[in-house]
């Protein structure tokens, strides 16, 4: 078995998404299911019965590309068999926007002003020609092709839902660079330092708030949760002085996807509720939160234990049936603590 490392972490199997190295972490102690970690996509978990329908032609490059930045922007997802047609027909992003998505990334990996990243696309390149066959008959790689350079490489690759190698170089060198965002050490070094403008425009990407009085709900759809919607959620959200906007209640013309995606632009911040665990909350919150608007996590008591471990780290509201009064002051108060009074406040 071929195997890579980088920085000190041994990958030893290959992605089921992109085909890049990738290790896979046992859930359990009898390790019956495991989560991935990817050097292109990140970590992620897929349910078995959708394991079994992803083949050698599941996506295409581009939709491979969409669904690594998918999944860079929400660590820990776990791919359940119903939400595979969804996530091959997910949105690809604008060219700006992928460019906007790697600069806010590459300010967070290097939060120090002056420090270099390097993002060797060309190394990246020669080891995916060097490879043999990238999907190997055996699922793993032929030889060991995949130095530290290019290994890191393919983490910028999937922030930036790039195709290729050379999509990720018009990013940073045709795009980032050239608007004066980056500034490369010396030429052809592949050393990159984030510009004083660079550094603005990430913290305008970051903190630039809608002028909006809307917040936008993200939730399950199913019926039962109706009365929680109607007695809970939007009640808090109107207590602060805001007005909630549930997508399924819009009337629109367009796809739902293209839908979500211009409302969330729209709104001053999202409540993300994950009460059964659907995958389209987390891609909202996660796009939400690469706009730079204020998420705002809760979840029905019982179903905390169901989240995905990547998103516990948030301060999640709990809600009972019995008590969607006492949610709704408690989301008033996050609201109000978070994001501020909204101007429809009753006076």
Not at 133 to 152: H, I, M, Q, T, W
Request: aromatic share 10%; proline share 4%.
């Amino acid at each position: 078995m071929s195997t890579y490392e980088l920085s000190g972490v041994r990958f030893s199997n290959q992605c089921l998404i992109c085909s890049y190295p990738c290790r896979a972490i046992p859930r359990d102690a009898g390790a019956a299911s495991y989560d991935y970690d990817c050097v292109r996509c990140g970590r992620y978990a897929i349910a078995h019965a959708a394991i079994t329908r992803i083949g050698r032609d599941t996506f295409t490059p581009l939709q491979i590309a969409n669904l690594s930045g998918y999944i860079r922007q929400n660590p820990g997802f776990l791919i359940q068999q119903v939400d595979l047609e969804r996530l091959s027909n997910l949105q690809t992003p604008s060219v700006a926007e992928k460019a906007a998505n790697l600069l806010v990334a590459l300010g967070k990996e290097c939060p120090q002003p002056g420090s270099t990243i390097e993002i060797s696309d060309g190394a990246l390149a020669n080891a995916l020609h060097h490879t043999s066959s990238v999907r190997a008959g055996n699922g793993e790689y032929s030889n060991e092709s995949f130095p530290d350079r290019a290994l890191k490489a393919s983490k910028w690759m999937g922030v930036a839902s790039a195709s290729s190698p050379e999509e990720l170089a018009y990013l940073v060198n045709d795009f980032l660079k050239a608007e004066g965002f980056l500034t490369e050490k010396a030429h052809g070094s592949r050393a990159y330092t984030i510009t004083p403008p660079g550094w603005q425009r990430i913290h305008d990407l970051r903190h630039t708030q809608s002028k909006s009085t809307k917040a936008f709900i993200a939730m399950s759809f199913a019926p039962e949760l109706n009365e929680f919607f109607i007695n809970g959620l939007a009640p808090g959200v109107q207590a602060a002085g805001y007005e909630a906007l549930r997508i399924d209640r819009t009337e629109h013309n367009n796809r739902i996807d293209d839908e979500i995606i211009a409302a969330i632009r729209q709104t001053k911040f999202l409540v993300a509720d994950f009460t059964k665990n659907r995958g389209g909350v987390y891609y909202e919150a996660g796009f939400a939160q690469g706009l730079g608007h204020q998420v705002i996590w809760s979840v029905r008591k019982d179903h905390l234990r169901k989240v995905q471990f990547d998103t516990r780290q948030y301060n999640f509201i709990r809600w009972q049936p019995d008590d969607l009064s006492g949610f709704a002051r408690l989301l008033q108060n996050r609201i109000e603590a978070t994001i501020g009074k909204g101007p429809l406040t009753a006076l």
